[in-house]
């Protein structure tokens, strides 16, 4: 019998999500996003690019403000107002020390007790390869979380007025090969969908099919397999980190 997921917890009030690009949260769990919004938690964003090189057709200069509208009007479907960009570079972003300092500086404004990051190892699931920009916003949201509750690791937050923030308890990876836990997203979910279709220059570039059976079709299949493990409901799994 396959291992049935645990619920994620319900204990807190705020939650960061860290990821490369726009739309990168709602490939992954912005139906999640949506059922804590309406239970009145309050869910940031930081993004570490604009995307600004993800569509073949658009050059950077015009993508990046184009792909931050639409993100900016994404996250507004499953209630999230605060949208942050840190303008690393879309396709080369590095894990290091940079990194690492501007996510723990969010960390610290945002003061999250969860904080949630896209799968940050080298394939999905042994099937595909992940791209250099996932791979390297996931660790370092990972190792940030820690930087940003010692006061002297980049003491120059604290000098800056960012004191340090010990809080999060918990890091819940998406789109991990081994999750842990899941939430039933049942209410979220046709929102996802818009959420995701509001991304529409970036997926019709994507996909042939009509961008809203598309959505629909990845959005709910996604739901439908993480609920395999969950009682039959549909779902968003994550692999958890407990602080």
């Known amino acids: 019998m396959t291992e049935q997921l645990e619920p994620m917890p319900e204990d807190w009030r705020r939650a960061l999500a860290v990821v490369a690009h726009p739309d990168d949260l709602e490939y992954g769990c912005a139906a999640a996003v949506a059922v804590w919004t309406d239970g009145g938690r309050e869910v940031s964003y930081l993004l570490a690019s604009r995307g600004e090189a993800g569509i073949d057709t658009v050059e950077p200069a015009k993508c990046a403000p184009l792909r931050e509208r639409e993100q900016r009007a994404s996250a507004e479907v499953v209630g999230v107002s605060r949208v942050e960009f840190l ?31 896209l799968n940050h190892l080298d394939t999905w699931g042994g099937v595909a390869w992940n791209t250099p920009d996932h791979r390297a916003v996931g660790r370092a949201a990972l190792d940030a979380v820690a930087d940003a509750g010692n006061r002297w690791i980049f003491p120059e937050l604290t000098e800056q007025g960012l004191e340090p923030w010990n809080g999060v308890r918990w890091v819940a990876v998406a789109g991990s090969a081994t999750p842990t836990h899941a939430l039933d997203v049942t209410a979220g979910l046709e929102r996802s969908v818009r959420s995701l279709l509001a991304h529409r220059t970036y997926i019709e570039v994507l996909t042939d099919q009509d961008p809203e059976e598309y959505c629909r079709a990845f959005l709910t299949g996604n739901a439908e397999a993480s609920g395999e493990r969950f009682g039959g409901r549909p779902a968003v799994a994550f692999e958890l980190f407990a602080r």
């Open 87 to 117: 303008d690393h570079c879309d396709g080369v972003i590095e894990y290091g020390v940079e990194l690492r300092r501007d996510i723990a500086a969010a960390v610290r404004r945002y003061r999250p007790e969860l904080v949630v990051t």
